[in-house]
């Protein structure tokens, strides 16, 4: 069965850090692309950051671009989001998410992935 966990999420203040960590289980995640999605109430699932399948190059938004870095760890099947500087516009709940599938599908869109974890959420107070 395969599961993607997230963890580490919480409230922080406005300009504070948080890092979040995503496990994979359930098959080796080594070749998929994996991204960070985020949600809040009342609006769309939109992107933050992906490593592409294809090529493993990194993306931010460009709402996140200088602040969050994304990174992974291949032989632990781990992706992590360090977030700095965090605005309270960033208040969501924060996915995982893995591209096990085509290798030009586009990491920046929600449909490129095929598995999801549960969300972890991420309050920033002002």
Not at 1 to 25: P, Y
Not at 53 to 78: E, I, L, P, Q
Not at 106 to 113: E, G, I, T
Request: proline share 2%; aromatic share 10%.
């Amino acid at each position: 069965q395969v599961q993607l966990v997230e963890s580490g999420g919480g409230l922080v203040q406005a300009g504070g850090s948080l890092r979040l960590s995503c496990v994979a289980s359930g098959r080796s995640f080594a070749w998929c692309g994996m991204g960070w999605f985020r949600q809040a109430p009342g609006k769309e699932r939109e992107f933050v950051a992906a490593i592409r399948r294809r090529d493993g190059n990194t993306y931010h938004s460009d709402s996140v671009k200088g602040r969050f870095t994304m990174s992974r760890d291949s032989a632990k099947n781990t992706v992590a989001l360090q977030m700095n500087s965090l605005k309270p516009e960033a208040t969501a709940v924060y996915y995982c998410a893995a591209d096990c599938g085509g290798i030009n599908r586009d990491p920046l869109s929600v449909a490129a992935y095929d598995y999801w974890g549960q969300g972890t959420q991420v309050t920033v107070s002002s």
